[in-house]
């Protein structure tokens, strides 16, 4: 079993910016993709972003292209979530997941069998 617990979400004003942290424990050992998520009210969960801790490749959302940037620090066993330029659309709570993978990050809901609790993001006009 994988824990995942999220931190760094509030609220901020459009433009601003936030980091998320996903701090991993339990049978961390080996490979995995760690990905972040998110879901608005009454929308389904989307993909934002997600990494492989062992070939460092990343995958994200076009919506946060260029404004968003995943990273990792093995030390830690963390993977963060920098965001900037917030919009209000980026209004959601935030999920963390991760899965054993060998290459790929992984970019669908499904392919994740780990899940934070989430955090909730808001990002005021």
């Known amino acids: 079993q994988v824990q995942l617990i999220e931190s760094g979400g509030g609220l901020v004003q459009a433009g601003g910016s936030l980091r998320l942290s996903c701090a991993a424990s339990?049978?961390?050992?080996?490979?995995?993709?760690m990905g972040w998520f998110r879901q608005a009210p009454g929308e389904e969960r989307k993909f934002v972003a997600a990494?492989?801790?062992?070939?460092?490749?990343?995958a994200y959302a076009d919506t946060v292209k260029g404004r968003f940037t995943i990273s990792r620090d093995n030390a830690k066993i963390t993977v963060y979530l920098q965001m900037n330029s917030l919009k209000p659309e980026d209004t959601a709570v935030y999920y963390c997941?991760?899965?054993?993978?060998?290459?790929?990050?992984?970019?669908?809901?499904?392919?994740?069998?780990?899940w934070g609790q989430g955090t909730q993001v808001t990002v005021s006009s």
């Open positions: 997941a991760a899965e054993p993978a060998q290459t790929n990050p992984y970019t669908r809901v499904h392919e994740y069998t780990y």
């Open positions: 339990g049978r961390t050992g080996g490979t995995y993709t």
């Open positions: 990494v492989n801790w062992s070939t460092r490749t990343t």
